[in-house]
């Protein structure tokens, strides 16, 4: 007899260790299909079809199909809406219920809603479970039972109320999988071409054992964090990131690693980790923030940026070394460190006056890390209109950021090689090198590298400017 079946629709999940959706479904079914949707909806908006995403996605999909055939099952790949794919998957296997885990961003929100409604109309149950981030919503909330806007409070309520449990290991067992003889009818197989992709180079690997193998490494290294983090030269952080938007590791699993330790390094970690769960969380709970700037009176600025500036930005040739370095490498890799997104997005705003949208809208195109709730919360801190943003009287000077974090000009010389032979000293800004020095560097500014395109001081009192007069138009 054919055993009762559930679905595991899995997401931005794409392992089946620690997985609490699988695990749940795997406690109270006799049997339990895997599921993914390529969701037309999403793939539509796609412009390029090199995107590194797709490449990762398909790679770690291959991945977890293969573990899921080990254990005699294999993962059911559908290709559109996945309001009407997974309604008909569930009728068509005639499933009892439908387990996932919970996803933060508005459309998904709403996708859920019709996809429970629909299945519910025909009897079928649909359990959504927290998974992506230790805490949601309302898990952390003030005396007075609102959302947390400021990020250290948030941190400390976060910390007090960890417990055990919060980051528990679910193992699912996989002896639940349904049989691969069950679903022989509904396993298409389709490559990346079939969906209309080409396989992108990405540069690193996909899939979950892949992801253990980068957080061994950096656990090694883990209580220098604190010290390296902010270079980018050095590779000091767990480049995890895309592991984590991808779900091909467990956050709970990265927490819990990080506790082990008891250095200011894995502290420090710990924190970033903590970042993540408040911008899901504000994401969550002001889902505004996606059409509008957190604090409201900044929505009104006007701002003057050029056209031919935010292509100078995007194509790394604003004259400014580091910013330069940053957006050359981003474009070849779909990847960035930390510092200088905050680098390269203050500078956009508060040196080129551009609309922060548009690095927002060029990041979420580009990053292979791309998250709807970091991206938008990094960029809302940078241009000062966000949540416990960078005060915008506080501007970066990108010279000297570039002194302090690339200090002997490493990232530099590896992603502007036209500037590589300067010195120590000169990399950081080569404008103010003299025609000899120039000469020797084998670099004449103007011609084999761009003349700065604005002038930091100037911008930097513009942008004061732009912020003041919105705060004189509030008083007036
Ligand atoms: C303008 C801007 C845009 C950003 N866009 C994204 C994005 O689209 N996706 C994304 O994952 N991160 C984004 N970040 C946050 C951060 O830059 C990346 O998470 C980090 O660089 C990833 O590298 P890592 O995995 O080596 O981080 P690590 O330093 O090893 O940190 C561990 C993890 O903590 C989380 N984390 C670290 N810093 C932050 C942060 N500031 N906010 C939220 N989570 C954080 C990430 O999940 C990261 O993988 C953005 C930051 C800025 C300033």
Redesign the pocket.
Known sequence: MKPKLSLCWIRRDLRLADHRALFEACCVSQSVAVVFVYDTTILEKLKDKNDRRMTFINKSLQLVDQKLRDKGSALITLYGDPCEEIPLLATRLSVEAVFCNRDYEPSAKERDKIVADLLQSKGIAFHSYKDQVVFEGLDIATKTGNSFRVFTPYKRAWLEKLAIEDIRIFRPNLKKLTPIKYLKATLVSRTLNDIGFQNAKIWLEAGEDAAQKRLTKFLKNIDNYEKI?DLPGEGG?????VH??FGTISIRSLVREAFKFKSKGSKA?LS??I??DF?QMILDRFPNIVEHTFLPQYDQIKWPGSNAHFNAWKEGRTGYPLVDAAMRHFNATGWM??RL??VV?SFLTKDLLVYWRRGEQY?AEN?L???LA??N???Q??ASTGCDAQPYFRIFNPVNQSKKFDPKGKFIRNNVPELAKFTDKRIHWPHGATIEEQKKALCMMGKDYPRPIVDHSLQRAKALQLFKSIKNNLVN
């Open positions: 983090r952080t767990s480049g995890l990131s984590l938007r970690w970033e980790l970042w993540r911008y460190h930390n997104r905050m997005a990041f990053l890390d791309y998250d970091a991206n919360g990094g960029w801190w940078c």
